[in-house]
């Protein structure tokens, strides 16, 4: 699944999100709005799954840093769904597994 950069009308925030390429919006990380609208970006290109990996691991480590683990958890959910990697699996389960605790 791509990741797309939406803008948020309420925070002026640009982020990204791993979405469904049937999805056109997507809930701000930072403020939780709702009004967002998903940007124009460069020609897509098919990118394995050995280089969406790094990216998924930097955004969820981000979520971590800015003390947003339940974040985090929906994103590396929503991520091992719809990416075929172990790695990102292995992320989701850690997380789910320390919530567990």
Excluded at 69 to 89: E, G, H, I, P, Y
């Amino acid at each position: 699944m791509p990741i797309y950069e939406f803008s948020c009308s309420d925070c002026k925030r640009v982020f990204e999100v791993l979405v469904a390429r049937y999805e056109h919006r997507a809930q701000c990380p930072h403020c939780g709005g709702e009004r967002t609208k998903r940007l124009i970006g460069a020609p897509s290109i098919q990118v394995s799954t050995d280089r969406a990996t790094p990216r998924i691991e930097k955004r969820v480590r981000e979520y971590l840093l800015d003390g947003k683990f339940s974040q985090a958890t929906r994103f590396a959910d929503k991520a091992a769904s719809m990416v075929k990697s172990d790695k990102v699996k292995r992320i989701a389960e850690k997380l789910h597994q320390k919530t567990d605790k």
